[in-house]
């Protein structure tokens, strides 16, 4: 953790920058601006950025095997043909909650999708409660509740021997998990792993490395923890120059990068002034510790 290095890398502004995702083949770097409504796919090399706008609020696009990405979309798991920015509706969820939207996604190691909703917000962390619910997309299209009274569904990441899923529900303030049957898709056994600290904001995105420790990005934090979820011990703490830090992922090459998007909506002009990077994505490197490849829809 000595040599750790922040820089902000794409400084175009996200109103909720959020479900970064490295792609490997092309070496770019997906994520979303919910409330800007738009995937942006950021190429380090050449610092271009592809973008697509989607008609609602996007929670999360996670790559598809066959080609293109899958979409959590307002209340809709969708198909995104990225050549001819053309998208395509799989299934619909919370047909009875008007006021609901997808939030964050993450593919599991069997290609399926996983991805919950919540309500609309008021404000940020200011929303009815327990309208959501966590979802996952099976291979074959069909549409698997897990359980419901999320109140905001956030970051997950499953463990490295595929039999534990962790789960963030942001006002719970706390990382928890569930036993995971990677053969059904299947979870049980809802249990504490992480506790917030107070002064460390609300916990938000996540990603596991490659020891097997939670990267959490804290909104309102301006940091990411490193927990170890067997002692349930803050193991690191990165800040970042901006408060609203909204998730993480490891990408790069041999994904040795940590690369972390902030928002800026909810900020007024004061805020604005003294954090001239909101809602910009940044790198952090000198970690000594890598991540793992994401998982690409496949169905
Ligand atoms: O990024 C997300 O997951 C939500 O969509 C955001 O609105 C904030 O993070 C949330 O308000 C804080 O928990
Ligand atoms: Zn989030």
Redesign the pocket.
């Known amino acids: 953790m000595s040599s750790v290095k922040v820089e902000c890398v794409v400084k175009e502004k996200s109103l909720?920058g959020?479900g970064p995702v490295w792609e490997e083949r092309d070496g770019t770097l997906l994520f979303v601006d919910?409330s800007g409504k738009r995937i942006n796919r950021w190429n380090p090399e050449t610092n271009q950025t592809q973008i697509m706008k989607t008609e609602k609020f996007v929670g999360a696009v996670v790559p598809r095997k066959s080609g293109g990405y899958i979409m959590a979309e307002g209340t809709r798991f969708a198909a995104v043909d990225w050549e001819k920015q053309t998208t395509t509706t799989i299934a619909h969820v919370d047909s009875d909650r008007a006021n609901n939207r997808f939030?964050?996604g993450k593919v599991d190691p069997m290609g399926r999708f996983f991805a919950g909703t919540m309500a609309m917000?008021v404000q940020?962390?200011v929303l009815e409660r327990k309208q959501g619910s966590f979802y996952s997309l099976n291979l074959d299209h069909t549409v698997v509740k897990h359980f419901d009274q999320v109140d905001?569904s956030?970051g997950l990441d499953w463990s490295l021997d595929h039999k534990i899923l962790y789960y963030i529900d942001?006002l719970s303030y706390m990382v928890e998990a569930f036993d995971y049957d990677i053969q059904t898709g299947k979870i049980c056994n809802r249990r504490k792993v992480y506790s917030l600290e107070k002064g460390e904001g609300?916990p938000?995105g996540m990603c596991i490395d490659i020891e097997g420790k939670l990267w959490v990005a804290c909104?309102n934090g301006a940091r990411v923890l490193r927990i170890d979820p067997h002692t349930g011990k803050r193991m690191d703490t990165v800040m970042l120059p901006v408060d609203k830090t909204?998730s993480c992922c490891f990408g790069g090459k041999d994904y040795s990068e940590l690369y972390v998007t902030s928002?800026y909506q909810g900020m007024d002009q004061e805020d604005l002034a003294r954090q001239s990077e909101a809602g910009c994505l940044f790198r952090v490197t000198g970690l000594g510790v890598k991540g793992i490849p994401p998982n690409s829809f496949a169905g």
Request: hydrophobic share 40%; aromatic share 6%; charged share 25%.
């Open positions: 909720i959020e919910i939030n964050d917000e940020p962390a905001i956030n942001s609300i938000d909104y909204t928002a």
